[in-house]
């Protein structure tokens, strides 16, 4: 998931370090996964994203936000980077970075935007394309920390040809106690689906979710319209608007 830098407000301990890439591997034809060593870490909580930045050999830098994908591994820094035609950075990094090459990293930022492994309340999780990213964090920081919170994904794509991380997925419904997936598709359906494409609805998170007495935290993320939309969703349907965080992100130069 990739949002627009907000410069200002950091902690000084957010300094720019150099990210080596060390491997890849596609998502989706248009969405691929990044591995960085990044010396010095400090660790991070899922949830939070790092900000991007490239120089040119002419001085001129441009930065972006992108959602870490997993819970915190020593020095390594994983995101997943949807590709954008006429954008600035995304396709330098899905396209153009090679293993080996050096980009510059700052973060872990945000703390609000977060699950910690000691809360054991139900969780629920829904996703808006690449909105997918920070929740498929806590969803592997969940298992990594052997968390028995009870976990619920609504995932949100437009064809299943543009599901992040489908496969991981699968195998964790089935390995994975506790966690349930369910799908919204917007353009086109797997065949045999029982539904037509649609946009997420109150029927899906009624039935995907968890009851407003069972006091879920509920973590929305994916595109600004998606995201109001899914919170007003989950108002209606009784939840506790402080249990409800959400992370949006707009057209930019990506």
């Known amino acids: 998931m990739a949002r627009a830098a907000v410069p200002g407000g950091l902690s000084p301990r957010l300094v720019w370090r150099a990210a080596r890439l060390v491997e890849f591997r596609d998502e989706t034809p248009s969405a691929r996964t990044l591995v960085f060593d990044v010396p010095d870490w400090p660790g991070h909580l899922p949830g939070q994203h790092v900000d991007v930045r490239l120089t040119a050999d002419d001085g001129y830098s441009t930065q972006r936000s992108y959602s870490i994908a997993t819970p915190a591994d020593g020095s390594r820094v994983v ?10 950075v995304s396709p330098y990094l899905t396209e153009t970075l090679s293993v080996g090459d050096v980009i510059e990293l700052r973060g872990p930022v945000g703390g609000w935007f977060v699950w910690r492994s000691a809360d054991p309340a139900p969780v629920l999780l829904i996703g808006g394309g690449s909105g997918i ?19 619920r994904l609504i995932y949100s794509a437009r064809t299943p040809e543009d ?10 419904v089935r390995d994975d106690f506790g966690l349930d997936v369910s799908y919204v598709y917007t353009r086109k359906t797997p065949e045999g689906w029982p539904l037509p494409p649609r946009r997420l609805g109150v029927a899906d998170v009624n039935n ?3 009851p407003p007495d069972f006091q879920p935290a509920c973590f929305v993320c994916g595109p600004t319209g998606f995201v109001e939309a899914v919170a007003d969703i989950l108002i209606a349907l009784g939840h506790d608007a402080r249990r409800v965080k959400t992370e949006r992100f707009g057209p930019s130069g990506t």
Do not use: C, H, N
Not at 133 to 151: H, T, Y
């Open 133 to 151: 990213v920070p929740l498929m964090a806590m969803i592997r920081a969940r298992r990594a920390a052997g968390s028995k919170a009870l976990f």
């Open 79 to 88: 995101l997943t980077v949807q590709l954008v035609e006429d954008g600035e």
């Open 163 to 172: 599901r992040y991380y489908a496969d991981e997925l699968r195998t964790r």
């Open 208 to 210: 995907g979710g968890w």
